[in-house]
């Protein structure tokens, strides 16, 4: 009896899957909701708790059933939210509302700029944050925008309520998406 010494690779050593897709869920009103994988998605059709008003072109497919892979599904029946959560002010917040941009030279944003310094009254607050990449933010210094002849690409605000959604993707948001998520003020 010959034993085999090659060692076996474990399929997750050597397969690494795809991002999953993700989906916009909408309140039967159009409001969003959240954001949910794609395979989660498909589970509310079949179980037709929600309907597809956006789908990609790539296909699921079962042995009797054929999904377009949605995008953004809207749920059948109204779901009432008790509150409305405010978007925590963070670095991962700040660069997403950026969309990872230095707010000065559209390069990638690497570090915070205050506006306004803070040694100069600045607040820590979504108006005077912006994301910078690191040249930007030190030869801007301790100065503020009009005088380091920097002008801003658009005036910090902070996100609106849906913002909040995208704040943990990582990723961009799919385009689908636009129409129903304001994420400045």
């Keep these: 009896m010959t034993r085999n010494t090659e060692p076996r690779l ?3 050593h050597w397969y690494r899957r795809p991002a999953m897709a993700q989906a916009l869920v909408l309140n039967a009103t159009y409001e969003p909701l959240s954001v949910v994988s794609a395979r989660r998605a498909v589970v509310l059709l079949i179980n037709r708790k929600a309907e597809i008003v956006h789908a990609g072109e790539e296909l699921w497919s079962s042995e009797r059933l054929r999904f377009p892979v949605p995008t953004v599904v809207r749920l059948r029946r109204y779901v009432k939210v008790p509150y409305h959560r405010r978007v925590p002010l963070n670095r991962r917040a700040v660069f997403a509302r950026d969309r990872h941009r230095c707010q000065y030279c559209a390069g990638t944003a690497e570090n915070l700029d205050h506006v306004l310094p803070r040694s100069r009254g600045g607040d820590h607050a979504w108006e005077n944050i912006v994301a910078a990449c690191r040249s930007c ?28 959604m995208l704040i943990g993707l990582g990723a961009q948001p799919h385009p689908t998406w636009g129409a129903y998520l304001e994420l400045t003020g």
Excluded: D, I, S
């Design 137 to 164: 933010n030190a030869r801007k210094g301790n100065r503020t925008p009009p005088e380091a002849g920097m002008p801003l690409a658009a005036a910090p605000r902070a996100p609106r309520r849906h913002g909040r």
């Design 10 to 12: 474990a399929a997750h």
